[in-house]
C-alpha cells in the first residue's frame, strides 16, 4: 500500500482530513459517530483526535505528522545568499551506532585540537564546539540523538553540513548506522565515513567498505562517491586526514553565509540555570550576533546579557557556524527553534507574541480535541465539569497555567475541560464562549477591557485576572470543590439513659434521665438504642434541670428534655439516647 503523510497544524477538519485519507465525507462522519463524535463536515479536529480515527479506520499506510508553523513570523529565514556572503565554517554531526566510538572521537578530536589547558576545563557536557585545522574552523555539533535531529529537520533548517558517520571495522554496519546514513540523505548533508577501531585485532576495513556499499555507500577507492577514512578514535591515527576530509568536502560544497544581514540561528540546547535564568546555547547560521543584541526564537525574546563561546569564555560577536552560550531570554525557548535579531525590544516582544498567538490558535483552534473523545468513549461520566478558558500574557504563561491546572487533583470527581487557550487579552469572544455553559475565564498578566467586563458581567461569565499563578490555581481549586456535592457529617456528642418517661405525642416526648458522658443541648439529634437495637431518631427542643431551662446537661447531670419525633415512638425507661450534630460539610479536593 501507498504510504501516505498528512501534514497537520494543530487541527484539521473533517472534510480536509476526508479529502486527505481519500474516503467520503459520510464514511469518515460515520466513523466519528461510532465514536461517539457527532461532527459535521467544517467541523475541527485536533492532532489525536485525527490520529485516533485513522486508527480506528486501521489507515495503516498514513501517517500523521505534526506540521509546525509556530515560526512563521521568522519565515524566509533560509533566505537566497548574496553576492556579498563569506564563506563560513562547516556544521559537523558525528552519527552512527552505539559503541562504535562517536563519543571517543569527538573527545580525542577537542583534546588534539584545542589548546592544551583548555579542554581540560570543559568539563560540562557542551552541544556544540569547534576546532582549527590548517587555520580554518570546523564546528561539530554532538548529536543529542537521532530524534532530535528530527525535530531540527521538521523545522526545516538545514543545520548539519557534513555528518561523519562513524562505523566500528570490527563490527560493521548496525541498524543506527542505517539510520544515520538515512537521516544524513534525508538532511541533504554531505556523508564522511570513519572507519574506526582499525588498532583493534578484528578490524577488517575491506569488508566495512563493502557492507557499507551494500546500503548505498559507495567508496571513493572503487569509484563512488563517498570518502571513507580508516580511524582510531582511540589512539587518534588518521584524525588529520579525517579533518582534511572534511575541509575539503566544505570547499567544494562552497559553504557561504551573509554577514551584512540581522544575525538569525538555530537554538540547539536550553535550560535554566540558578541566578542565571535561562542558558540557552544558540547556533549562528547567518549574520553576526553581539551582546545587547534583540532576539526572538518562537514565542519568548531577550536581550543578549552574556554571550560565551563554548569553552565559557565570553565572546562578544559570533559569525556564521559558531556555537554560543547566552543568558538573556525572558523563557526558555525550544529547542530547534529558530533565532532572528530584531531592532528593539518593542519588534521582539511583538514578534514574540505573535508566534505565540499562533501556536496558541493552533492549540486552541480544534473543537473536537482528544479529550472530548475519550470522555465520549467512555461514556459512564458521573463527574462534574469544570469549564475553564484560558488567556495569558505569553504562550509560556498559558501553558504553565493549563499544566498546573491540570495538575489539581481531583480525585477523579471533577473534570477539568479547557474549553480554549490563547495569549493576549480577554476578548468578546472569550466571553461568547463561556456563555450559558458555566464556564469561567482565567486571565494570567492580562488586563480585561471595560467593555468586556460589562459584557461578562451583563451575560454572568465569571472573568477572573491573576497574576500569581499559586492565587489562580487555589481559585480553581476552590471552584472545583464547590461542584462537589456536600457531605454529611455525624459527630457524636453524649449520651443520656432514660429514667423517666412523661408524656409521649405523636411527635414529641417528655423524658429524664442522667448524661452517662458528653452532653446534651437543644437542637441536637438523637438515636435511641433499646438493648443495642435502633428504636428511632429524636430531635431536642429544650433541656431542663430541676424545672428550669437551661443550655446544656453535662456529664453525671440529670435532667428533662423535650423531644420531637418524627414518628411515634414508645421510649422505655432505660432506653439510651445517644446525641449527635449532623452537618453538611463542603468536600475538598
Ligand atoms: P559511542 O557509543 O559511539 O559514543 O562509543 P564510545 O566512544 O563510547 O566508544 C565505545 C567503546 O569503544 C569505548 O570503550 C571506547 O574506548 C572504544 N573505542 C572507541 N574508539 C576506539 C578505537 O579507535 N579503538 C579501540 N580499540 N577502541 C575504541
Known sequence: MEEKTIQLAGSITVDELSKALGLSVTELIGTLFKNGIV??????????????????????????????????????????????AISRPPVVAVM??????????????????TVEGEAGGITQHISAYQLEHNDRMITFLDTPGHEAFAAIRQHGAMLTDIVVIVVAADDGVKPQTVEAIKFAQSANAKIIVAINKIDREGADIPRTMADLAQHGLQPEEWGGDIVMVPISAKRGDNLEKLLD??????????????????????????????????????????????????????????KIRTMLDFRGKPKGKATPSTPVTVTGFKELPNFGDRFVEVKDEKTARKMALLNAQNQANELASANVTSNDLLRMMNTVDNTKMFNVIIKGDVLGSVTSVVDSLKM?????????????????????????MAVGENTVIYGFNVTVPTNISKMAARDGVSIRTYKVIYELLDDAKHSMEDLLDAEVVEEDMGEMKIMGVFRTEKSSIIAGGEVLKGKVEAKMLGRVVRDKQYIGEVEVESVQKEKIDVKELVEGEIGGLALKTTKKITMEIGDRIKFFVRELKKKTL
Not at 552505539?98 to 577537542?110: A, P
Request: no cysteine; aromatic share 4%; charged share 25%.
Open 408 to 432: 489539581i487533583d481531583t480525585k477523579g470527581e471533577v473534570t477539568l475541560n479547557i474549553v480554549a487557550t490563547g495569549v493576549g487579552d480577554v476578548t468578546e469572544n472569550d466571553v461568547y
Open 96 to 113: 552512527g551506532h552505539v559503541d562504535h566510538g562517536k563519543t571517543t572521537l569527538l573527545d580525542t578530536l577537542l583534546h588534539k585540537k
Open 39 to 84: 461532527a459535521t463536515i467544517n467541523q475541527r479536529l485536533d492532532f489525536e483526535t485525527a490520529s485516533i480515527i485513522i486508527d480506528e479506520l486501521g489507515l495503516k499506510n498514513v501517517k500523521l505528522e505534526r506540521k509546525n508553523t509556530a515560526t512563521k513570523t521568522t519565515e524566509g529565514f533560509r533566505h537566497e545568499l548574496s553576492d556579498k
Open 245 to 302: 576530509m572534511i575541509l575539503l568536502t566544505a570547499d567544494i560544497e562552497e559553504l557561504k553565509a551573509d554577514i551584512d544581514i540581522p544575525a538569525e540561528g538555530l537554538v540547539i540546547e536550553s535550560h535554566m540555570e540558578v541566578g542565571k535564568g535561562s542558558v540557552v546555547n544558540l547556533l549562528v547560521t547567518g549574520g553576526e550576533l553581539k551582546t545587547g543584541d534583540f532576539i526572538v526564537a518562537g514565542s519568548s525574546f531577550g
